[in-house]
Every structure is written in C-alpha cells, then in structure tokens.
C-alpha cells in the first residue's frame, strides 16, 4: 500500500482567513493528486486535481504540487463555516488505477 | 460532474442475513468500480477492486466469500455482505473510474446497520 500521510488535526482557521491543508506522498512514480472533501456521514466529494508541478485555481481553492518534494497541499481563500469539513489527500500511482487515500485532514472554520 | 449512484443509502438487517449495495456510473461507462468501507471518525479503507468482467481484486484482510463483488456491466457493481454480523455496520461507498482513467467518482454512500 502506498503512503500518503496528512496531519489529521484538527485544523482551527478564522472565517475569511486561509487555510492551508498539507499532504505528502511516498511514491515518487505517483501521476494524479486529487483533493476531496468529505462531511461528516456524507462521501467524499471531488474538489480538484492536478497533474503537473505548480499551481492549479479553481475559485477559493488552490492546489499546489511539487512532485521533487512529494508534497501536494490545498489552500482555501477567504475560508467559511461551510468549508469546514475532512479534507482527503489521494494519489493515483503510476500504473495504478486505484486511488490511494490520506488519513484526512479536519478543518473547523470559526466564525 | 460525473454522478454516481449507490442504492440504498441506508439499510437496517437482522444478523446472519445477506444485504446488496449496487453502484451505478449514471453518465460515463465505468471501466473500473472500487468498494470502501469507512469506520466512524476514521479514513477510507478500500476492500476491493472490480473491473468489468472480471473477478475482484480484495485487498488484503477482506474476505472475498464474505464480501461478494460483481461488475457485470460497464455502469452497475454490486457488494452483498453475506452472513451480516454487527462488526460489519459500517459506511459502505463505492467509487467509480471513467474509461479515460482521469479521475474517480464517489457514491453517496450507504449505512449498514447489522443488528
């Protein structure tokens, strides 16, 4: 099983501030970092993707790769209550049709 | 999005019964469906693999004759829990790939309640 580790928090931001979400990943060979959110009894809901090395904004949210440092991290703009949620790492390793999943990360937006 | 959809979304049986979950890709042919299974207040556990046609690929530690895999068509997987305990109550979600690969599409989820 590939590793992909996320400090599972909880993770307390003020509402309007950014919230920075951290996840690191094993396999160096891995090709697709994808980021979901997931509600308390509810499944996970696909946020973004990304591919290549740097940035990828799509509204509130910025996903950012460095595959020479195996990290991935997702930044949430102008965070609010309903942000808060568990925030899932996966990465899809190279050859592999599985995604291979993070603990998650707990994120409380206070308003 | 691309939708997938999983029936029922909760089920309440006796112990020692047999409970199916299907896993429906609505809008995209699924070439590929996985099963996950999800404690409280812990991450996603993948059980199995299944690819259309075949037979499922279990992780290690899920039994494969407790936990039946069948992905007869392109959009449809079901999961039968034979032999429900109450260790088995859990969050069951399934996911699906589309045939270009590109990304995974999670269910709604169903809770089993094993009582």
């Known amino acids: 099983q590939k590793e992909v580790e996320q400090n599972s928090g909880p993770l307390s931001v003020p509402e309007g501030a950014i919230a920075s979400l951290n996840c690191t990943y094993s396999d160096r060979g891995s090709q697709s970092f994808f980021w979901y959110r997931q509600y308390s009894g509810k499944s996970p809901e696909l946020i973004m993707f990304i591919y290549s090395n740097g940035d990828k904004e799509d509204g509130r949210f910025t996903a950012q790769l460095n595959k020479a440092s195996q990290y991935v991290s997702l930044l949430i703009r102008d965070s609010q209550p309903s942000d808060s949620a568990t925030y899932l790492c996966?990465?899809?390793?190279?050859?592999?049709?599985?995604?291979?999943f993070g603990t998650g990360t707990r994120l409380t937006v206070i308003p | 999005g691309a939708v997938v959809s999983q029936h029922p979304s909760w089920v309440i049986c006796k112990s020692g019964t047999s409970v199916k979950i299907e896993c429906r890709s609505l809008?995209?042919?699924?070439?590929?469906m996985f099963w996950y299974r999800q404690f409280p207040k812990q991450s996603l556990m993948l059980m199995a693999t299944s690819n259309e046609g075949s037979k499922a690929t279990y992780e290690q530690g899920v039994e494969k004759d407790k936990f039946l895999i069948n992905h007869a068509s392109l959009t449809l997987s079901t999961l039968t829990v034979t032999s429900a305990h109450p260790e088995d109550s859990s969050f069951y979600i399934c996911?699906?790939?589309?045939?270009?690969?590109?990304?995974?599409?999670f269910g709604e989820g169903s809770w089993l309640t094993v009582v």
């Open positions: 996911s699906a790939q589309d045939r270009a690969g590109n990304t995974i599409y």
């Open positions: 809008d995209f042919q699924a070439t590929t």
């Open positions: 996966a990465v899809n390793g190279a050859g592999a049709n599985n995604l291979f």
